[in-house]
Structure formats: C-alpha cells, structure tokens
C-alpha cells in the first residue's frame, strides 16, 4: 500500500492545482442558497409529517422529489426514477414497501465508471403525536442532493455520476441494501460513494468527511477540500476502537456500500439536540454553515472526479 501512495504521490498532490474557485469566501457560490433552503423548508415542513417510510407523507416527499428531477433534467436510470422494494422492519415486525429515487448525468469522458452519490428523504414520522420532521436528519442531505444534482446537470462531470435518495435509512438502512443488493450497473464500475446524512445544523462551523481509516488513499482528498474549505472540514469517526457510538462506519446509508467494499466518504455533523428529537425543525437549522457544507460537498466530488483513474487503481488493487 504504502508504495502505491508513493507512486501516485504527484498526481494526489496535483489535484488541488485545478480547483476552479477558493471555498473560503464563496463570493461566487455554485449552489443557490436560496432555491437549497426552499427544499429543506419544503421537506421539514409539517405538513410532511416527519417522511415516515410506508407514510402517504413520505410518497408526498418523495413526488416532490420527482417533480425537481423531472424539471432540472435530471435522466432516469435505465429508463426507470423509482426503484421499489420490500422488507420487514425488526423493530415492529411490519412489512413495509421503500422506494428509491435515481438519476444520472453520463460522464463526459469515463461514462462507464460511477460516483454514487447518496442521501435518506425518510424520517420517523409522528411519535407519540409529536411531529419529528427531520430538517437536519436527512431533509438537509436530501435538498442538498437536489442542488448537487443541478449543478451536474449543468456542468456535466467526466465520471457518470449515480444520485441516489434512498428509503428507510431509518428502519435499518433498507433503501441502502436493496440499492447496493440489486445495483442498476455492476458495483466493479463504481468508484465510490460519497453520502449525505445531517449536514445543515453545527453552530462550531464542523462538518466530518468519515472514511479515511478504512480508505487511506481517499485522505489527499478530503485534505486538498478541507485546505480551502469555508468551514472545518474534520476526519474521524470511523476507527473501530472508538467508544460506542463514536465509531459511524456504519451508522448511515454508505454501511452496506463499506460491506460490499465500495469505498465511501460520510459527510455529517455530530450529533446536536434536535437529533431524533421533535426540535429538529427547519427553524432550528444553521443555513449560512448547511450552504457552505453544500458547497464543500461538492466540491469534494469534484475533486473525486478529477481523481477517477487513481481511485480505479485503488480499488483495483484491493487496498484499503
């Protein structure tokens, strides 16, 4: 492993050269404040009722998410938006239908490799009569999924890249395991998957980009990102001698990707006191830190982008 690095050690260090703007002012943001914070407010709103997979809220969230893909041009995957699937959730013993929603820009000069770029729309629904809307957990990964999926549309990236909002995280990340269990291309053509779980709500400025313990070579990466970034962009959370709950190797929709060997990068905060809890309102969110997050997110794929054939030579090699 180590003579790898040495070996790619140009071309890592080469990758900041390129990056199109400097994060730290965003005096020329690419995504749009704005039209970000209008999803989440329309994802968090009550009238969703907290997204509950199996919920008539959580089929209302998800034409909206229709609706958007449809109107930025987003194509379908293979012909289809929607993938269905079925499962029983262990908590209460019910049988419930997920769906997932996909889309793809085709790669302008690898269209046969894949990021995969991933985030939950569901949430826990109505408990004990109090409404948990999940701004943070996931609306904020979601809406920013939406904007992301814009700026490609627009600016189309050399590598395919795979958007995917999944179902049921919170039943046991079910949307995740259908998606990776039944893959709409092979999972040896996808390089990566980069996922989105509570990214608008930090008052310290802190987001975690988790994964390098387990994919080293990812870590020039998210270096280059976090030297120009507007926020701290911090690595952890991922080792397995952490206390409990420490460790979120998989505690987000990128577990079963880590299971199958797909490396992945998990963009998060920690966790605040609106988590799982009613108070995680879109009034309770950071908007100025959840736009910068947006902004950093993206362009760490654009970094991975531009990285692709080293990242296929990782993973061809089979180290971690």
Excluded at 84 to 94: A, E, I, L, M, V
Excluded at 177 to 191: G, H, M, S, T, Y
Excluded at 237 to 265: Q, Y
Excluded at 294 to 315: K, N
């Amino acid at each position: 492993m180590a003579g790898l690095l040495l070996a790619l050690a140009p071309l890592l260090l080469g990758w900041g050269a390129h990056l199109p703007q400097s994060l730290s002012t965003l005096d020329d943001p690419r995504i749009d404040r704005d039209r970000l914070l209008h999803h989440l407010s329309v994802l968090a709103h009550d009238s969703m009722e907290g997204r509950r997979t199996g919920s008539p809220q959580n089929e209302q969230a998800r034409q909206y998410l229709l609706q958007t893909l449809d109107e930025l041009g987003l194509p379908e995957v293979n012909g289809d938006r929607e993938h269905s699937f079925q499962f029983t959730n262990n908590r209460d013993g019910q049988e419930y239908t997920g769906v997932n929603v996909l889309g793809m820009v085709q790669g302008t000069g690898a269209p046969d490799e894949f990021l995969v770029v991933t985030a939950h729309y569901d949430h826990l629904g109505v408990v004990d009569g109090e409404i948990f809307n999940g701004a943070d957990d996931n609306g904020s990964g979601t809406a920013a999924l939406l904007e992301l999926a814009r700026y490609f549309v627009e600016h189309p990236p050399e590598h395919s890249i795979l958007f995917v909002f999944f179902d049921a995280e919170e039943m046991g990340l079910q949307g995740a395991r259908a998606f990776i269990n039944d893959p709409p291309v092979p999972l040896d053509q996808f390089l990566m998957n980069i996922n989105l779980d509570m990214v608008s709500r930090n008052e310290a400025d802190e987001l975690y980009a988790v994964g390098t313990y387990h994919y080293p070579f990812l870590t020039p990466l998210v270096e280059e990102v976090a030297e120009g970034a507007a926020l701290h962009l911090l690595r952890g959370h991922d080792a397995p001698d952490l206390p409990p709950g420490d460790d979120w190797t998989m505690a987000s929709d990128h577990g079963p990707f880590h299971e199958r060997g797909v490396p992945f990068i998990y963009f998060g905060v920690e966790d605040h006191p609106g988590y799982h809890h009613p108070s995680d309102t879109f009034e309770n969110i950071t908007p100025d830190f959840y736009h910068r997050a947006a902004e950093t997110i993206l362009e760490f794929i654009l970094v991975a982008d531009r990285a692709g054939a080293s990242l296929r030579v990782f993973r061809d090699s089979g180290e971690e």
